[in-house]
């Protein structure tokens, strides 16, 4: 029990029921004293004067105040405790704007924030720098492939090479362009080619119409005075008539291409003329290249390789990003040849290399004194066992930050940490869940009722009586036991089961199922797709199951 009970004054009768005995007395005694009572702040201790259900709000009331400052606690004892007079103008933000901000900026923690530093990244940077350096004295570059796992900083570092690339080549006044692709998004050739023809069809037009500017200018001087013309390569006011009506045909012939309906060879040689139609380098990065060969083939790479030896004017270099690092295994050689000239690795950080990568991000981002000492070597240690992964290294010190906000704490701590790290691996578990195919979440929802009735070392033949008995519940095709057991090694290799062989002696060989995800939320996932919604009521079938 609290001590605030120990001296006798509370009220509660459910407390008191806990309370030891000699208690008691003294508390039947007061009970009823201070419904209606007035009382001063300084000789209450709130936590008496009040039942419990006020008391559960008072706590949360003292903990936001509460630390730095007593006096701006925004909690008017008086009031509180007397529950007379109502503060109308509190909001219901107010509470949670009191409290000491953590973050000072936390978009810095955000993947979308491209860092200006990248510490143990200078080798893989410079690497790149010493290729694409040949873009800057108009030469074609070697094509790049950059490889590493996920949140080793390819993205990073290839969006932080191509603005320096850009920003020099701009002061240097020389064509060198780059164009950023992420093929995640940008799934097919259709799209690939579509997009960078529309960036280097709006690219001309804006030449175009800047040339047209001055020439126009040319001509209404040159019309006044033929002279103005004699340092330009033009001998009369009509060629440049003539040089006007050209480059407004070229402007009306470059048509934008639709997102869908032309055949693909027409909107290659739309990408073709449109880059081809000046002087210039251009340096295109396919970042998660792995996604587009794995989705649709290699026929963009080859087409964009073999594009060199065809444009007259300028010239195209590839760098392709992957995080699978057995993706060219799957190109045509020619390809794997041409797209692989020069290959650098971004090896996973380790726990130390992520400390530093987290504390630079940490002074922008957090507030002076937001962190306890352990918390980014926490961060750090956690990503580390996640093949070093800088993303999850600044998701997990993200979501630390916001934990400590929303419990209105002052600063991050460890205990903070590790509910972001349960947090992330549990928002994982849903999002895996949720998009599983309809059969593989029977299944699973076939092993949870299994575990939820009691039955440990669950086997195939059962998850399989249980499968079919809910597959006839809605109405669903039923699989083979075969099949079903498939898609239970595959909810194994996501993490989701944990199945293991055992040996039943003569018996043979089984596999032994347990769910390695928490059971409550991996239901309520299930329980949301609208067609497992209906079997609610399995209970008593997997009951009766059971009894017999
Ligand atoms: P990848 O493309 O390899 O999956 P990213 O480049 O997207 O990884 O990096 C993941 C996150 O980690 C991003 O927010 C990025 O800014 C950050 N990051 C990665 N490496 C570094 C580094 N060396 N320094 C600072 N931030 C980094
Ligand atoms: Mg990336």
């Given at each position: 029990m609290t001590e605030h009970e120990t001296d006798g004054h509370t009220t509660d009768t459910t407390d008191s029921m806990d309370e030891p005995e000699e208690d008691e007395h003294e508390e039947q005694k007061e009970a009823?004293?201070?419904?209606?009572q007035t009382v001063r702040p300084s000789d209450i201790d709130i936590h008496e004067s009040i039942g419990n259900d006020t008391l559960d709000d008072l706590d949360v009331e003292l903990e936001n105040g509460g630390g730095s400052s007593t006096e701006s606690t925004g909690v008017d004892l008086d009031e509180v405790v007397l529950?007379?007079?109502?503060?109308?103008?509190?909001?219901?933000?107010d509470d949670l704007l009191s409290?000491?901000?953590?973050?000072?900026?936390?978009?810095?923690?955000?993947?979308s924030y491209t860092p200006h530093e990248l510490p143990h990244r200078t080798d893989q940077i410079n690497q790149m720098a010493t290729i694409l350096v040949s873009a800057l004295r108009g030469e074609t570059p070697s094509n790049i492939l950059i490889y590493g796992k996920t949140g080793t900083g390819k993205t990073a570092s290839a969006k932080f090479v191509s603005q320096e690339l850009e920003s020099t080549s701009q002061k240097y006044d020389v064509p060198c362009e780059v164009e950023y692709i992420n093929c995640e998004v940008t799934d097919t050739q259709y799209r690939v080619l579509a997009q960078l023809a529309n960036k280097f069809i709006e690219k001309n037009h804006a030449l175009i119409d800047d040339r047209l500017d001055s020439l126009r200018d040319l001509r209404s001087t040159a019309a006044d005075d033929s002279e103005r013309l004699s340092d330009t390569r033009f001998d009369t006011v009509d060629d440049v008539d003539e040089r006007i009506a050209d480059l407004e045909t070229d402007r009306e012939e470059m048509e934008t291409v639709p997102m869908t309906g032309w055949p693909t060879d027409r909107v290659y040689s739309t990408f073709f003329e449109a880059v081809d139609y000046n002087e210039r380098v251009v340096v295109i990065m396919l970042d998660e290249i792995d996604k587009l060969v794995e989705k649709s083939g290699d026929d963009t790479l080859y087409n964009l390789s073999r594009m060199n030896s065809e444009l007259d004017n300028s010239r195209i270099s590839i760098m392709g990003i992957s995080n699978d690092l057995k993706f060219t295994d799957f190109l045509d050689p020619r390809v794997k040849s041409s797209l692989g000239e020069e290959e650098i690795v971004f090896p996973p950080y380790d726990a130390n290399q992520l400390r530093d990568i987290l504390q630079h991000r940490a002074d922008i981002a957090f507030k002076g004194d937001a962190l306890t000492d352990d918390v980014i070597p926490l961060c750090a240690a956690f990503a580390a066992q996640e093949h070093g992964d800088a993303r999850r290294a600044l998701d997990l010190l993200r979501t630390a930050g916001e934990l400590a906000e929303r419990s209105q704490a002052d600063t991050v701590e460890e205990a903070h940490v590790r509910q972001a790290q349960d947090k992330i691996e549990l928002d994982r578990v849903v999002e895996v869940v949720r998009t599983l195919p309809t059969q593989s979440k029977i299944v699973l929802f076939s092993i949870i009722l299994l575990e939820k009735n009691?039955?440990?070392?669950?086997?195939t033949g059962e998850v399989f009586n249980i499968y079919k008995r809910l597959c006839e519940e809605i109405d669903a095709d039923i699989l083979t036991q075969r099949r079903v057991t498939d898609l239970i090694s595959e909810l194994d290799m996501l993490g989701i089961v944990n199945a293991v062989v055992v040996s039943k002696g003569r018996y043979g060989r089984t596999k032994e199922i347990s769910l390695s995800v928490p059971i409550d939320e991996t239901e309520a996932v299930l329980l949301s797709d609208s067609r497992l919604g209906n079997i609610e009521d399995a209970q008593p079938f997997v009951q009766a199951r059971f009894d017999n």
């Open positions: 009823g004293d201070d419904d209606e529950e007379e007079t109502k503060d109308d103008s509190k909001g219901l933000f409290g000491e901000p953590i973050f000072e900026n936390k978009e810095v923690l955000r993947p009691g039955v440990h070392n669950i086997n």
